[in-house]
């Protein structure tokens, strides 16, 4: 009974920036590692970026530089700032979650968000 909405998606031209987020609700106790997946037409869906408990981050080659991950505890939400943006960005972008609830520790999904980059 866990829900991640992902918002902030759209269209933007080549060197724009957007930002990113997924609010995670429901049968939650807690929330570890969150990350960012994305999927490009004919592509396979490929991590991007994570983001754990503490803070420590890490980031696919492709975005290093340009995307930053954080995260907001208190409101269970994860956040991908991405700057510089290229026509190769464009993907389905996806958040995932891992949350515990009571003694059971599962991945949750967003629905995916469109990111489109013009050239």
């Known amino acids: 009974q866990v829900q991640l909405v992902e918002s902030g998606g759209g269209l933007v031209q080549a060197g724009g920036s957007l930002i990113l987020s997924c609010a995670a609700s429901g049968r939650i106790s807690s929330i570890s590692d969150m990350g960012w997946h994305r999927q490009a037409p004919g592509n396979q869906r490929e991590m991007i970026a994570t983001?754990?408990?503490?803070?420590?981050?890490n980031y696919a080659d492709s975005v290093k530089g340009r995307f930053t991950i954080s995260r907001d505890n208190a409101k269970n939400t994860v956040y991908l700032q991405m700057n510089s943006l290229k026509p190769d960005d464009t993907a389905v972008y996806y958040c995932?979650?891992?949350?515990?609830?009571?003694?059971?520790?599962?991945?949750?999904w967003g629905q995916g968000t469109q990111v489109s980059v013009a050239a």
């Open positions: 995932e979650v891992r949350a515990t609830w009571g003694l059971r520790t599962d991945d949750y």
């Open positions: 983001i754990t408990t503490g803070g420590r981050t």
